[in-house]
């Protein structure tokens, strides 16, 4: 396969994937919105159900760039691209084993409707490969890892996973939507498919929902065929704004992530605070692994209010920080994973993973870090007074 010119990750964010305006020479991609193509005999029978309208096929080549893979696939949601990647690798009798802290999304999706097409799973106890390789059986087809991890910020080792599957030729994906290829590119550690929920950091602005598959050309084109079945393709208008939404990624999340750096060590400082997840910490017990297979640390993470300071309280009292069921975008926003993410599991389920009441989880946006710890501030010490 011809590779194509390597670039700066601006210029790629920027440049690469973008339809060529030929007949206006504009400099921002023309939108195709059409749903109907000819049929004139050539080999390509373009349609939206089949991911390959022009401005799809171009956001395909430019996610895969981020990612350093030979083909994406992009999708209506995360959850879209997340079911369709599994279940086109996975059939009756087929086994997976999954890390046990990942998206509520995700666990409720495997734990809802495996069973009904006779595909079995295991959940790890923990994220570390010895947990894993326990769990692999004679059918074990999948493992899949997500790190850092929603919303506990667990990292998981990429490296030892990828040779524990290569050892048993068995398939690898993550869940990459935390990090953002701006913060890791999992494939440099041999992991097969990456994944995202493309509504966070790809679309960065809160305000489309997309899905996202990166892998080798021939992974692809398996996913391809069941995810043509499942008819979860994105609307062309959506494709054309996550397209704009990625020039400025590494813009974006390189800034968040230095935010999300300083945020976590005035929360460590606080007193009102009992525990801060974050991998950018010294203490973090991934920091060591995080910090070999990470570019930055990402800028996500998560607290837990010390007792007696209401978690949905403390967020009503936030001014500029905005509670808000999303994350990713540029503005800084919190949420309650246990009334959200995680609602779908029962008590016992959530507290086995160490998602308690006052767990926040806190998506680190663009703003001034000085502002943001003044809105915690007033937000505590209205909920104390």
Known sequence: MKKSKKFGINTTCVHVGEVKDEQFKGAVSPIYTSTSYAFDGVDIKRYPRYFNTPN???????????????????????????????????????????????????YNFIVSEFEKFGIEYSFTESDKVEDFKALIKKNTKVLYIETPSNPLLGITDMKAISALAKEYKILTM?????????????????IDIMLHSATKYMGGHSDISAGAIAASKKHIEQI???????????????????????????????????????????????????????????????????????LGFGAMLSFELAEGIDAMEFQNNLKLIKPSMSLAGLESTTVSPVQTTHALLNEEERLARGIKDGLIRFSVGIEEPKDLIEDIEQAIAKVKS
């Not at 350093?68 to 086109?88: H, N, P, R, V, Y």
């Not at 993550?174 to 890791?184: E, K, M, V, Y």
């Not at 999340?253 to 999300?260: P, S």
């Open 56 to 106: 799809q096929e171009m956001l395909h080549k430019k996610i895969a760039a981020l990612e350093k893979t030979e083909d994406a696939l992009i999708f209506g949601s995360g959850m879209a691209a997340i079911s369709a990647a599994l279940f086109a690798f996975l059939k009756k009798g087929d086994h997976v084993v999954v890390q046990q802290v990942i998206y509520g999304g995700t």
């Open 174 to 190: 993550i869940d990459n939507t935390f990090a953002s290829p701006i913060n890791q590119t999992p494939v440099d550690f041999g």
């Open 224 to 294: 391809w065929k069941t995810a043509i079945n499942f008819g979860g393709n994105l609307s062309d208008q959506t494709v054309w704004l996550l397209e704009r939404s990625l020039k400025t990624l590494n813009l974006r999340v390189k800034e968040q992530t230095k935010n999300a750096q300083e945020m976590a060590n005035y929360l460590v400082r606080n007193p009102n605070i009992n525990k801060v997840y974050y991998p950018g910490l010294s203490n973090h017990p991934g920091f060591e692994i995080a910090a070999k297979q990470m």
